[in-house]
């Protein structure tokens, strides 16, 4: 994995627990603890986390240079190839929930070539990709944006999807692990997206390949919740993404269809 994104997925980690110990991160990441220890100094250096012995405490609980924001910018050209593909296995008719997350706003720019469709999203930048296109009913999902990520999260978020059924939910993921499953890093997202899934006749989990082999916070599901999974190519790179391999084979074993865009 590039440093850079391992970076920003290690400081996520650090956010979403508080207090993260070494092992346990290098576990989460899959990689060694001299490396996490390598990537915490470095994320001390920026004022961004607090090393104390044996562990990582977070300075910034909400800060925004890791918010969506930041994250927008990153692989964009990945995601977006993500995007299309994804987009493509939605079929013309259907409604569809969109998760939050930088990967789905990319899905969302691509919906737009599938209309007729009905589109539930639970974040405010896809509403704004949405919003006003032809052949698109845009449904946005209330609920109370989470700070630095205009993801819709609450009781009132909650609630509304438990009174609406969707034809297809596309699953953002902030980490996707073998033996873990599907999670992510914030509790809150977590418990929407799995209303979401329960609300939701089929499910198309999405996520670049930075993201496998790593556990986030807060479990969403095993890897057999969502019918199709995803990713770009270098998912299948064991010398870049050394748990990626394991990980997509976990994900053919439990019945995923894999698409590596």
């Known amino acids: 994995m590039p440093v850079a994104d391992r ?48 562990a990582a405490v977070a300075v910034r609980p909400v800060a925004a240079e890791s918010g969506f924001a930041a994250r927008a910018a990153w692989q964009s050209a990945t995601k977006d190839r993500i995007g299309a593909a994804t987009a493509a296995l939605v079929r013309p008719g259907e409604t569809v929930l969109l998760d939050a997350g930088t990967t789905t706003v990319h899905v969302a720019t691509h919906l737009r070539l599938r209309a007729p469709l009905t589109v539930g999203v639970l974040s405010l930048q896809a509403a704004a990709q949405l919003v006003d296109q032809p052949g698109i009913r845009l449904l946005v999902v209330g609920g109370e944006p989470r700070p630095a990520e205009g993801s819709m999260v609450g009781q009132l978020t909650l609630r509304a999807l438990r009174d609406l059924a969707f034809d297809c939910f596309v699953l953002s993921l902030g980490g996707v692990h073998a033996e873990d499953g599907y ?29 496998l082999g790593t556990r986030a916070f807060s479990r969403i599901a095993g890897l057999d ?37």
């Open 7 to 54: 970076l920003d997925v290690t400081l996520r980690l650090v956010q979403a627990a508080g207090r993260i110990a070494v092992p346990d991160l290098a576990s989460r990441l899959g990689v060694s603890e001299m490396t996490a220890r390598r990537d915490l100094d470095a994320l001390q250096e920026r004022g961004l986390v607090q090393r104390v012995r044996g």
């Open 183 to 211: 999670s992510e890093f914030s509790l809150d997202d977590a418990a929407v997206k799995q209303v979401a899934l329960e609300r939701s006749g089929r499910s198309i989990a999405v996520a670049d390949a930075t993201k």
């Open 225 to 261: 919740a969502a019918g199709d999974f995803v990713t770009d190519l270098a998912a299948g790179d064991e010398a870049t993404h050394p748990l990626g391999p394991e990980t997509l084979a976990a994900l053919r074993a439990a019945g995923t269809e894999i698409h590596l865009a």
